[in-house]
């Protein structure tokens, strides 16, 4: 089972460090975009040296030409997995995964199809689809497929009609996870850690159940067994 994967949604190097040295094991964290654009590369020099994996999550969504060469530069930091948005479109997803793969043939490129906090009836309010939500995911993920990424970002909520229409190699890695306690706070689409196990995701993605938690140590401890047994 992956180990879940911890959103360091936060601004400054001195509170990664006091999250982070509570931990005596080696984890999988993601560095967004609030943590990547305060604090730049150095960050992820930081991380890696402190022994963890990294998602780095920038969603980049532009010009095929623009992607090719921003992933360029993020194939040469030492990140395991980053990615990119569906919606930019095939050309630009081939061009980020020629880039990136050039330079870090083992990470995995990965790309958002519809973010957790859409529901179906912001989908076809907002974007005016005409698609129900599972079949814009699947349509997203396939298209990401056909353009030699590995995996997409969805809900849990879709990772099973991924695998069926994509394969079972075909990672699935799934924010929008809440334990029952917790509340949904800006996600549409949550799942809990053991409901994810049984919807067959990879990866799951958990940010503040665990980081904003009283004892995120704890916190972690309880989604990591919840995710691998699958039960609540
Ligand atoms: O790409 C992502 O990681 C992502 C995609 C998505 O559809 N939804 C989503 O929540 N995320 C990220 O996953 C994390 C979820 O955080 P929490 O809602 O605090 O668990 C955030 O850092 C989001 O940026």
């Given at each position: 089972m992956n180990r879940?994967?911890?959103?360091?949604?936060?601004?400054?190097?001195a509170e990664v460090e006091g999250f982070l040295t509570q931990f005596n094991e080696p984890l999988f964290v993601k560095v967004g975009m609030e943590l990547?654009?305060?604090q730049g590369p150095t960050i992820i020099k930081e991380i890696r040296a402190m022994g963890h994996d990294i998602f780095l999550d920038l969603k980049?969504?532009?010009?095929?030409n623009t992607v090719g060469k921003a992933m360029a530069g993020l194939g040469s930091l030492d990140v395991q997995m980053t990615n990119v948005h569906a919606q930019g479109g095939s050309s630009m997803m081939?061009?980020?995964a020629e880039s990136f793969k050039d330079?870090?043939?083992?990470g995995i490129l990965i790309a958002v199809t519809q973010l957790t906090?859409?529901?179906e009836e912001m989908m076809q309010r907002e974007q005016k689809s005409i698609l129900s939500l599972d079949e814009s995911v699947i349509h997203y993920a396939q298209l990401a497929k056909d353009s030699g990424l590995d995996g997409v970002v969805s809900s849990p909520l879709e990772s099973q009609l991924i695998h069926e229409h994509c394969g079972n190699?075909?990672?699935?890695?799934t924010p929008g996870i809440r334990l029952n306690e917790d509340s949904k706070d800006d996600q549409a689409r949550v799942v809990t850690p053991a409901r994810a196990h049984v919807l067959g995701s990879d990866y799951i993605v958990v940010g503040r159940s665990i980081t904003k938690?009283?004892?995120p140590v704890g916190q972690y401890i309880k989604v990591k067994e919840e995710w691998e047994s699958g039960a609540e």
């Open positions: 879940p994967i911890i959103a360091l949604d936060f601004s400054t190097m990547y654009l305060q980049l969504h532009d010009i095929p081939k061009r980020a330079r870090n043939p083992d906090s859409t529901s190699d075909f990672l699935t890695i938690a009283s004892n």
